[in-house]
C-alpha cells in the first residue's frame, strides 16, 4: 500500500513537471492555449518598377490575411540588400502592399534585391518571401556638346556617364523636326573621357535635336540627355 502511495506521488509529480514544461515550449513550438503554427503563406508576386519618371522606385507584393485572428489583416516589413545581402535599408509596421522610395538612394546600373515578411496584430509572422532581384536604371550622359565640322557635318560628343563598364552601348538619334536623320548605337568609349560620332548629311541654318541615352539592356535604359543645334 505504501509502494501504491510513493508510485502514485512520482506520477504526480512527474506529470505536474511535463505539465509546466508543456506550459512554456507548447507555444513555441506551436501547441496550446490557441496557439498555432503560422497559417499565412509568405508574401509572394514581388515586383519593383521605375516610377515617377524613373525618379522613384515602386516595391509591391501580395496581400497577406491571419486565418487564425479576427483581425486577420497584417503588416509588413520590407527588406532591400546588395546581392551580396548587405542590408542598405528596412522598412517596417507598412500597412499596405507597396512601399515607393527615391531612386537616388541606390546607386545606377546596379543589381539589388529586396524581399518581404508578414507580420500579424499578435507578431505572428510570416517566413520571408523569396528575394526578387532587379536592377536600377543608368544615369543619363551629360556635357552634351556639338562641334561643327563643315556645313553638312557635326561632331556630337559627350561625358562618360559613371559606371560606364556596366553599360552595353549609347543610342544616339538626330531629328529634324519629327524626321530622323540619323540614329546609331555607339561604341563605349572607355578608353576616354567621352564619346561621341559624326553626323553628315546636315543643313545649315535648320534646327536639328539630339538625343543620347545609356542602354545597359533592353529593360533597363537612362533618361535621354536633349539638345537643340544648328550649323
Known amino acids: 500500500m505504501r509502494k501504491l502511495l510513493v508510485i502514485s506521488l512520482n506520477l504526480m509529480v512527474v506529470g505536474s513537471v ?6 512554456r515550449v507548447g507555444p513555441v513550438l506551436g501547441y496550446g492555449y490557441g496557439y498555432g503554427a503560422c497559417t499565412a503563406e509568405r508574401p509572394n508576386e514581388l515586383t519593383a518598377e521605375y516610377v515617377n519618371n524613373d525618379r522613384r522606385i515602386q ?3 501580395s496581400a497577406i490575411e491571419f486565418e ?6 497584417a ?12 542590408l542598405l535599408q528596412e522598412y517596417t509596421g507598412l500597412t499596405g502592399t507597396t512601399k515607393t522610395i527615391s531612386a537616388s538612394g541606390l ?3 546596379l ?11 499578435d507578431d505572428e509572422e510570416t517566413d520571408w518571401s523569396l528575394y526578387k532581384a532587379f536592377r536600377t536604371l543608368p544615369n543619363e550622359p551629360t556635357q552634351l556638346r556639338i562641334r561643327k565640322l563643315s556645313d553638312s557635318s557635326a561632331y556630337i560628343s559627350w561625358k562618360n556617364i559613371v559606371r560606364s563598364k556596366k553599360l552595353r552601348y549609347y543610342q544616339m538619334t538626330v531629328k529634324r523636326g519629327e524626321h530622323v536623320v540619323f540614329s546609331k548605337r555607339i561604341k563605349l568609349g572607355l578608353r576616354h573621357n567621352r564619346t561621341g560620332a559624326t553626323v553628315t548629311g546636315l543643313k545649315t541654318n535648320v534646327r536639328y535635336r539630339v538625343k543620347v541615352r545609356a542602354v545597359a539592356r533592353a529593360t533597363s535604359k537612362s533618361e535621354f540627355a536633349k539638345k537643340y543645334f544648328r550649323l
Request: net charge neutral; charged share 25%.
Open 75 to 86: 503588416t509588413y516589413n520590407l527588406q532591400v540588400r546588395k546581392t551580396d545581402a548587405t
Open 59 to 61: 516595391f509591391s507584393w
Open 107 to 109: 546607386q545606377t546600373n
Open 18 to 23: 511535463l505539465a509546466i514544461a508543456f506550459d
Open 68 to 73: 487564425d485572428w479576427e483581425d486577420g489583416t
Open 111 to 121: 543589381v539589388y534585391k529586396f524581399r518581404v515578411k508578414a507580420t500579424a496584430s
